[in-house]
């Protein structure tokens, strides 16, 4: 038996603080409460739609503006500053999309560290004869010129369709066949669900799933956003008035097929954050925090954590709540095993010493 491993096993567990006899399989078994509110500071956002966090840089997100901006990512800081600019150029010339609804983070063939795709696929008169998905590497800190970018033309099979939203499966380069993004239908009712593979080119959206999800507000929890956790084991969609969070049914890395079905076969959370007016932007922070925006000015940035289910017991003789925050009897009974295995480890040691 190692000794190394028990130690570090027991010392790993016991510095978790998880509280007695309770394990949450996903961030779904978890509560969530508001941590943070900062104002962004640069007044050029003045319609924040969507929201990603930054995998280059700890701590810093990327935000756009709604339609009639330039395409363009501002990188802000959790205190609300403006960091990093980039600016989506063709031809030496600022380009504009129709209508960037929505920001995400992906694999890609352009870098080994991921890109980021920019959704130009809102449709509020349900015309477009086509949408878009602009793919790029995240640009550095300071102002820089995006000229070389990855579009993708996408067209639903049947007309056209209203999408706020774009999620791209973190374990979709598994494959090797290039990224695959999730097209999440803004409209009241239940609301379809399109895959496309986001690898340049002009390519065919297919329906996959139809999202049952509850209706809220007067505004019957339309999805303006939405971004899947960075391993994929759990899914965040942004309405005007709610956070839904839609789980796998156990966490860690997905497949496709469990990624397609947190759509139809998961549990959905609901949770109801504060400044909630105009909410378009979300995002999945990587300690899986969830942060978000709304496009009211000043814009505020407002980050809820998680916090774990606490194991509530009746106490015998009051019956009262007492909270437990000792490991699991089980793993308490390892100590005898320790402290054995320690002194036939130091027995052993001394013997090949005085050999």
């Known amino acids: 038996m190692n000794?190394?491993?028990?130690?570090?096993?027991?010392?790993?567990y016991l510095s978790l603080g998880v509280p007695g006899q309770v394990f949450a399989e996903t961030l779904c078994d978890f509560d969530f409460k508001s941590d943070l509110r900062v104002t962004l500071t640069d007044e050029r956002i003045d319609e924040s739609s969507g929201l990603v966090a930054s995998r280059r840089d700890r701590g810093m997100f990327w935000t756009h503006n709604d339609s009639g901006d330039v395409g363009r990512v501002f990188g802000i800081d959790s205190t609300g500053e403006t960091r990093a600019i980039g600016v989506l150029e063709v031809d030496g010339k600022d380009f504009q999309p129709n209508d960037a609804e929505d920001i995400a983070f992906g694999p890609c063939t352009e870098s080994p560290d991921g890109c980021l795709f920019l959704a130009d696929v809102g449709d509020n008169d349900k015309e477009r004869p086509a949408v878009f998905v602009y793919q790029f590497v995240e640009p550095k800190i300071g102002e820089t010129k995006i000229d070389k970018f990855v579009t993708t033309e996408i067209k639903y099979p049947d007309g056209a369709y209203n999408v706020e939203a774009l999620l791209i499966d973190p374990n979709s380069m598994l494959d090797g066949q290039g990224p695959m993004g999730y097209l999440v239908e803004k409209t009241e009712g239940?609301?379809?669900?399109?895959?496309?593979?986001?690898?340049?080119?002009?390519?065919?959206?297919?329906?996959?799933?139809?999202l049952k999800r509850p209706k809220s507000g007067i505004l019957g929890g339309l999805i303006t956003g939405g971004e899947a956790s960075p391993d994929g084991s759990f899914i965040v969609l942004r309405t005007y008035e709610s956070i839904l969070m839609l789980c796998s049914e156990k966490s860690g890395r997905s497949s496709t097929k469990k990624f397609v079905n947190m759509f139809t076969n998961s549990k959905i959370k609901s949770i109801i954050p504060p400044d909630s007016v105009q909410a378009e932007a979300i995002a999945v922070g990587l300690n899986g925090a969830i942060w978000f925006t709304s496009e009211n000015t000043p814009t505020p940035l407002v980050s809820m954590k998680a916090i774990p289910p606490i194991a509530k017991t009746r106490a015998k003789s009051c019956g009262c709540v007492s909270i437990s925050n000792r490991p699991p009897t089980s793993l308490l009974g390892l100590i005898p095993l320790l402290m054995f295995t320690l002194f036939r480890h130091k027995k052993k040691t001394s013997k090949e010493a005085s050999a």
Do not use: C, E, H, P
Request: proline letters at 0%.
């Open 190 to 210: 239940d609301a379809r669900v399109w895959r496309v593979r986001l690898s340049g080119g002009k390519q065919k959206a297919k329906q996959v799933a139809t």
């Open 3 to 12: 000794l190394n491993y028990i130690l570090g096993f027991l010392t790993a």
